[in-house]
């Protein structure tokens, strides 16, 4: 079936670091892919979307490239801050469905 | 603020009890999801209702149930609880269903511990 692979948590970093996330995915078709940000005690907020292959998606500085050769969608930032310290969610929308179906999550914590 | 109201924010409860978790959708938005977020299964879609019509189910226990109202806002009930129940429980909304161009909105969620 459809899912998320996630490198685990947590990923420490100092301020102003390079952030890599790695996240794969298994779908058949053709998903949408998204990653989703969970500050400490909040909900989830979209982060960025990408709908088709060699699509990127960015915001506040993160960005994410569709990857339909790899499967992949990994998540990069080029300078972290301490603010950007939450757990990152990636998640594919199964075509067709109104599902979405999340990784694990990875822990950013960054260090001033 | 995403504008999905959820309530209570936290419930403690025994096992065998029954509770309802309320889920109040962005105004205008016709559809109500609801996850599961545990520690050892991550989070997990367990339903959703589209205009209160249930829409998708995913890995919701016979135990669980879910409605939504005329005016669009959603319980989940969850009985017979047991220890492995306890969890972060969200709800999210969207304008129509889930797609490219219509994304989820969450809630803050309601934490639920069972003793």
């Known amino acids: 079936g459809d899912s998320v692979t996630q490198m685990e948590g947590p990923v420490t970093l100092s301020e102003e670091a390079f952030l890599t996330i790695n996240c794969t995915y298994t779908?058949?078709?053709?998903?949408?892919l998204f990653w989703y940000v969970q500050y400490p005690g909040e909900g989830l907020q979209l982060l960025l979307k990408?709908?088709?292959?060699?699509d990127k998606g960015s915001n506040k500085g993160f960005e994410a490239t569709y990857r339909k050769e790899t499967t992949s969608f990994h998540l990069e930032k080029g300078s972290v801050q301490v603010s950007d310290s939450a757990v990152y969610f990636c998640?594919?929308?199964?075509?067709?469905?109104?599902?979405?179906?999340f990784g694990t999550g990875t822990r950013l914590q960054v260090f001033p | 603020d995403s504008g999905v109201t959820q309530t209570p924010k936290h419930l403690i409860t025994a096992t065998g009890q029954r509770v309802t978790l309320r889920c109040s959708p962005r105004?205008?938005?016709?559809?109500v999801y609801w996850y599961q977020q545990s520690l050892d299964q991550g989070l997990q879609f367990l339903i959703q209702?589209?205009?209160?019509?249930?829409?998708a189910k995913g890995n919701i226990l016979e135990r669980f149930s879910a409605q939504q109202f005329p005016d669009l806002h959603s319980e989940l009930n969850l009985s017979s609880l047991e220890l492995g129940d306890s969890a972060l429980y969200f709800c999210?909304?969207?304008?129509?269903?889930?797609?490219?161009?219509?994304?989820?909105?969450f809630g803050p969620g309601t934490r639920l511990t069972v003793l």
């Open positions: 209702y589209y205009n209160g019509e249930e829409r």
């Open positions: 999210a909304s969207s304008v129509l269903g889930q797609s490219i161009y219509n994304e989820q909105f």
């Open positions: 779908a058949t078709g053709y998903p949408s």
């Open positions: 998640a594919l929308s199964v075509p067709n469905t109104d599902k979405l179906i």
């Open positions: 990408a709908t088709k292959a060699d």
């Open positions: 105004s205008g938005d016709l559809s």
